[in-house]
Antibody, heavy 121, light 110 residues
């Protein structure tokens, strides 16, 4: 069965960096575009970034452009999110999600359980 | 402020029907497919509807989706207390080159 398992979250001081990981299993990872979505405490879902199946295309939310970098290692079935210069407003649960696309609309059919990032001094 | 607009909350009695609206523009809902997610408290979102009106396997037919122009609607019939959750619409925005979500709607089953 499809599994997405995030890791790398924790408590970090403002201005520091973290690398979040999402280990995928149960499907052909190298054939799927992958996304990061975050959710601040008590708030709604905020899309963060997407990377194409081969890593050649990446798109970011305006709120994280220049600060976050999405990448993937298809040989390790792992998605990454490098988060730099962290600010209090980056405090959130970060989810990875698999994109499904079969010629009509794209959607997220599987989500991980999320990893919590708390930015605090 | 979310690109897609949803009502913050809706409520109805058990067994009744409720609809949740999602309003956007030509760059998102108007020219792309819409999906809906249910997020139960403390859990990750779960896909409810994709391609405007299709249900993944395992999602009961009490849940339905529709789209007209730049708006989409999620319908839930035969409400159950277990349906209490936050509901989000989402789609790709071609002008922003970004995925966009609605702000979320909290459903209360009274």
């Amino acid at each position: 069965q499809v599994q997405l398992v995030e890791s790398g979250g924790g408590v970090v001081q403002p201005g520091r960096s973290l690398r979040l990981s999402c280990a995928a299993s149960g499907f052909t990872f190298g054939s799927s575009s992958m996304h990061w979505v975050r959710q601040a405490p008590g708030k709604g879902l905020e899309w963060v970034a997407v990377i194409s199946y081969d890593g050649s295309n990446k798109y970011y939310a305006d709120s994280v452009k220049g600060q976050f970098t999405i990448s993937r290692d298809n040989s390790k079935n792992t998605l990454y999110l490098q988060v730099n210069s962290l600010r209090a407003e980056d405090t959130a649960v970060y989810y990875c999600a698999r994109e499904a696309y079969y010629g009509t609309g794209a959607y997220f059919d599987y989500w991980g359980q999320g990893t919590l990032v708390i930015v605090s001094s | 402020q979310s690109v897609l607009t949803q009502p913050p909350s809706v409520s109805a009695a058990p067994g009744q029907k409720v609809t949740i609206s999602c309003s956007g523009s030509s760059s998102n809902i108007g020219n792309n497919y819409v999906c809906w997610y249910q997020q139960l408290p403390g859990t990750a979102p779960n896909l409810l509807i994709y391609d405007n009106n299709k249900r993944p396997s395992g999602i009961p037919d009490r849940f339905s989706g529709s789209k007209s122009g730049t708006s989409a609607t999620l319908g839930i019939t035969g409400l159950q207390t277990g349906d209490e959750a936050d509901y989000y619409c989402g789609t790709w925005d071609s002008s922003l080159s970004a995925w966009v979500f609605g702000g979320g709607t909290k459903l209360t089953v009274l």
